[in-house]
């Protein structure tokens, strides 16, 4: 099971394609500029709050597949990239909890996929530190 997703003081908020994103980090997305059509709330977690759902991810072993997912029971998603980080998505999709993965992970991958990857989300953050 998914750690319960508890989100409330944001301190940054962005709209994307109708959707407001309120966050605890700044994004390199556009500000907020209106009441939007959903709203989705991002969050960083240290990396226990992923063990679990690590745990029960799926990875295909006949393809070279560089990602693990899973559907977990109550209702939340969890997928991961050895190479990007690791995201608990909520049952009803409001919440999102992630996790960077080490900065010498990635130092040793070759990451153009993976940049493309992370642009085409959104969800880069805006400053790398």
């Known amino acids: 099971m998914g750690p319960r ?16 994103v309120d966050s605890d980090m700044p994004l390199a997305l556009p500000e907020y500029r209106d009441a939007g059509l959903a709203r989705i709330e991002l969050r960083r977690a240290p990396a226990d709050a992923f063990r679990a759902a690590r745990e029960r991810a799926r990875v295909d072993s006949t ?20 190479t990007i ?10 919440g999102i909890v992630w996790r960077r993965v080490e900065r010498s992970s990635l130092q040793r991958s070759s990451s153009s996929p993976i940049a493309r990857s992370r642009s085409s989300a959104g969800m880069a953050p805006a400053n790398r530190a």
């Open 5 to 20: 997703i508890r989100m409330n003081d944001s301190r940054y908020r962005y709209s994307v394609y109708g959707i407001v």
């Open 85 to 94: 980080g690791e995201f608990l998505v909520a049952a009803d999709g409001a």
């Open 63 to 82: 393809s070279e597949a560089w990602y693990r997912s899973a559907a977990l029971e109550d209702g939340s998603a969890y997928v991961g990239w050895d």
